[in-house]
């Protein structure tokens, strides 16, 4: 079965940096680190603009690539095949980006070098599992959706007794 990029989200919260493959119109080969690959939604990445000098200037004369990235739990490795769409300088998906970034950079202490230029936006026109062999990390319990329904089920309370009770039923 083919791997889906909502799949592959484990891969994208740059706990391990991927690999970004360009080439030049003459078909000279570029390869460069990149901080962030972003999930954008089903068809879509987006990818950390901060250096990427010779990346830049080809991905803008040809705008195919090929991203790599890792599963952290496995260590399976994932192809994409991307085409470039567009650079954000501006809006949600880049500030999102920009904080993220910022992290990277205060725990690497990296912040005078990180700074992020602008989201480039790809359209995702292939995934291959180059590990096919190696299992899947098993899925991660999914504290955030807890953490939803524990508030929702909390916002229907009406009255303080009720709230403590639910509260404390949520935290156990």
């Not at 680190?33 to 879509?44: G, I, K, L, N, T």
């Amino acid at each position: 079965m083919k791997p889906t990029l909502e799949s592959l989200r484990p891969c994208l919260d740059g706990v391990i940096p991927a690999v970004v493959a360009t080439s030049s119109p003459d078909g000279t080969p570029n390869v460069a680190y990149a901080s962030q690959v972003h999930f954008v939604d089903a068809d879509h990445v987006a990818l950390s603009f901060q250096f990427f000098s010779k990346t830049r200037v080809n991905i803008l004369a040809h705008p195919f690539a090929q991203v790599q990235v890792i599963e952290p739990g496995s260590f399976r490795h994932y192809r994409l095949k991307v085409r470039y769409l567009r650079t954000e300088t501006a809006g949600p998906l880049f500030e999102y980006m920009k904080a993220q970034l910022a992290g990277i950079a205060a725990q690497t202490g990296m912040d005078k070098v990180f700074v992020l230029r602008g989201a480039d936006i790809y359209q995702v026109l292939d995934i291959e599992d180059v590990d096919p062999h190696l299992p899947s990390a098993p899925p991660p319990p999914d504290a955030l959706l807890r953490l939803r329904r524990a508030l929702d089920h909390l916002g229907a309370c009406d009255d303080l007794a009720r709230l403590a009770d639910r509260a404390l039923a949520a935290l156990t």
